[in-house]
């Protein structure tokens, strides 16, 4: 069955220090997203890709990139991680036609002490 | 720009009471969807429903409805003889044109036996 993952699904880092968190799926959804999950915000869109090469800031980009290499991957670097990137991360993947079902991952939990 | 309000924070109710949660969106497009999406202490993001701008019409789904109005640009959801499993979060979301999805800030709604 298709699927998508995040690994790990929790994670410890210090301040300063590079961090990558994975997202891969098997829908062969050419959308992918990362947003982050706060108390009182919500889910924030952090970046997003349409396609192989493709990618686009979303409302809270900062301190954040994307790559997209190929269909299945869309890993989410934080540079230099900071306190205030403490955060459920969640990826998702959708269909390329106009309302398409959304498929999220299970979730990543990083702490930055 | 698209919005998604859910202006309750946090609702608190008995075990078979009914219990309706807000969403309130802005968009400016004219084709756009809507969807609800239940957040349990696990943590995983269960997709619960999709509307589309087009279709008015209510739905039912067990003790689940939804209400869409575009006069007041709501979709409210309401759980009718509300259980103990139904306690969560529920986040109502909006796609446009770009295919993004933008969350509200989320209702915690907890059912007491």
């Known amino acids: 069955d298709a699927e998508i993952t995040q690994s790990p699904r929790h994670k410890i880092t210090e301040t300063g220090r590079q961090v990558t968190l994975a997202c891969h799926q098997t829908w062969n959804h050419n959308n992918m997203f990362w947003y982050r999950q706060d108390l009182g915000h919500g889910l924030r869109l952090i970046h997003y890709?349409?396609?192989?090469?493709?990618?686009n800031k979303g409302e809270v980009s900062d301190g954040y990139s994307v790559s997209r290499s190929n269909t299945e991957d869309l890993p989410l670097t934080l540079e230099s991680a900071a306190s205030s990137q403490t955060s459920v991360y969640f990826c998702a993947s959708s269909e390329s036609i106009r309302g398409g079902g959304y498929t999220f991952g299970s979730g990543t939990r990083l702490t930055v002490v | 720009a698209q919005k998604v309000t859910q202006a309750q924070t946090e609702i608190s109710v008995v075990e078979k009471e009914d219990v309706t949660l807000d969403c309130v969106y802005e968009t400016r497009d004219t084709t756009y969807y809507l969807f609800w999406y239940k957040q349990p202490p696990s943590g995983e993001l269960v997709f619960l429903i999709r509307?589309?701008?087009?279709?008015?019409q209510n739905e039912i789904s067990g003790r689940y409805s939804w209400n869409f109005q575009k006069s007041t640009s709501s979709f409210n959801f309401t759980i009718t003889a509300s259980q103990v499993v139904d306690s969560a979060v529920y986040f109502c979301a909006l796609s446009e044109n770009t295919d993004k999805l933008i969350f509200g800030t989320g209702t915690r709604l907890q059912v007491f036996p």
């Open positions: 509307r589309n701008s087009f279709d008015e």
């Open positions: 890709s349409y396609g192989v090469h493709d990618t």
